[in-house]
Nanobody, 124 residues
Framework: QVQLVESGGGLVQAGGSLRLSCAAS????????MGWFRQAPGKEREFAAA????????YYTDSVKGRFTISRDNAKKTVYLQMNSLKPEDTAVYFC?????????????????WGQGTQVTVSS
């Protein structure tokens, strides 16, 4: 059974930092691309960042470029999202997702497995 479990969310002031983690089990993690998506209240889920199976290629949505960094540790079967210079508009539930094809993608329908999400709240 595939499980993706996010952690690291919380309440932070604007300008602060958080590091999200997503621990995977039940899949050949090192062959999967991984992504982070987010969903703000009343809005559709949107892509934030993705990393390919080796970690050598990353992709970010424009609104997080230069502030967020996605990384992975295949030995620990974990993907991370370091979020710096947080803004109130970053407030959302953050989801990690796994794509068996292994290549970077921002398209939610390319992802095969999803976590339950972790709440990030940025106060002004």
């Amino acid at each position: 059974q595939v499980q993706l479990v996010e952690s690291g969310g919380g309440l932070v002031q604007a300008g602060g930092s958080l590091r999200l983690s997503c621990a995977a089990s039940g899949l050949a993690f090192s062959s999967y691309a991984m992504g982070w998506f987010r969903q703000a209240p009343g809005k559709e889920r949107e892509f934030a960042a993705a990393i390919n199976w080796r970690g050598g290629s990353t992709y970010y949505t424009d609104s997080v470029k230069g502030r967020f960094t996605i990384s992975r540790d295949n030995a620990k079967k974990t993907v991370y999202l370091q979020m710096n210079s947080l803004k109130p508009e970053d407030t959302a539930v953050y989801f990690c997702a796994a794509d068996r094809l292994g290549a970077v993608t921002s398209l939610s329908y390319d992802y095969d497995y999803w976590g339950q999400g972790t709440q990030v709240t940025v106060s002004s």
